[in-house]
């Protein structure tokens, strides 16, 4: 099956430095959409950049899409605690105007004090 | 803003059993999804509905049933508990559209004992 996949399963920072994300995925694409899940809570929608977007700001985020090398990336400036969650990037690739998304499994990010 | 409410928090069940999970939207969406987390995966879709009364087989629909009874309700029901399951289910709403975005629940966490 086709999956917006993230590159790694974890990653570990401490508070103030950036980090980066990456999804790639197999197919072309028109959009995808980055999510964040924290800790008891569902995910939540942080970016959706389309395929004519080459990037995407949201304050200390910044999403990137890549459609020659199918690829994205979600970099977090000045990290703090609460950032600490689980973020997912996800697609549609049905085309069929269903909503229908296929979620990655997620890269699991700690930041620490 | 709306918000999506699902019912009950937490569901301990036994082996075999019928049991039934609740999500509510207020945003006035058309489209609400079923998905289930396994500790540390992706989100999988179970069922989704794009209208009232409409219902559509996600990628592990094998073992549940849902229910669109309104707009705003959206039920799942799993056939037969299997025993040591434990997951997390979430419900997720959406206007009807290519590559929207989707509001999630909190989640109802499940446990077969």
């Known amino acids: 099956s086709q999956l917006a996949e993230e590159n790694l399963w974890a990653l570990s920072v401490h508070e103030g430095e950036s980090v980066t994300v990456n999804c790639s995925y197999k197919?072309?694409?028109?959009?995808l959409q980055w999510y964040r899940q924290k800790s008891g809570e569902g995910p939540a929608q942080l970016i959706l950049?389309?395929?004519?977007?080459r990037e995407k700001r949201n304050g200390r985020l910044r999403a990137t899409l890549d459609t020659s090398s199918q690829s994205s990336s979600l970099s977090i400036t000045a990290t703090r605690c609460e950032d600490t969650a689980v973020y997912f990037c996800?697609?549609?690739?049905?085309?069929?105007?269903?909503?229908?998304?296929?979620f990655g499994h997620g890269t699991i990010l700690r930041v620490h004090p | 803003g709306g918000i999506i409410t699902q019912t009950p928090k937490f569901l301990i069940g036994q082996e075999g059993q019928k049991l039934t999970l609740k999500c509510q939207q207020n945003?006035?969406?058309?489209?609400m999804y079923w998905y289930r987390q396994d500790s540390g995966k992706g989100l999988r879709l179970i069922y989704y509905?794009?209208?009232?009364?409409?219902?559509q087989k996600g990628d592990l629909s094998e073992g549940y049933d849902a229910s669109r009874e309104k707009k705003s309700s959206f039920s799942l029901t799993v056939t037969s508990a299997q025993k040591n399951e434990m997951a997390v289910f979430l419900c997720?709403?959406?206007?009807?559209?290519?590559?929207?975005?989707?509001?999630f629940g909190p989640g109802t966490r499940l446990l077969v004992l």
């Open positions: 997720a709403s959406s206007i009807l559209g290519y590559q929207d975005t989707q509001y």
């Open positions: 197919t072309s694409i028109t959009a």
């Open positions: 950049i389309r395929s004519n977007e």
């Open positions: 996800a697609t549609d690739f049905t085309g069929a105007n269903t909503g229908k998304l296929t």
């Open positions: 945003f006035n969406h058309d489209t």
């Open positions: 509905s794009i209208t009232e009364n409409d219902l």
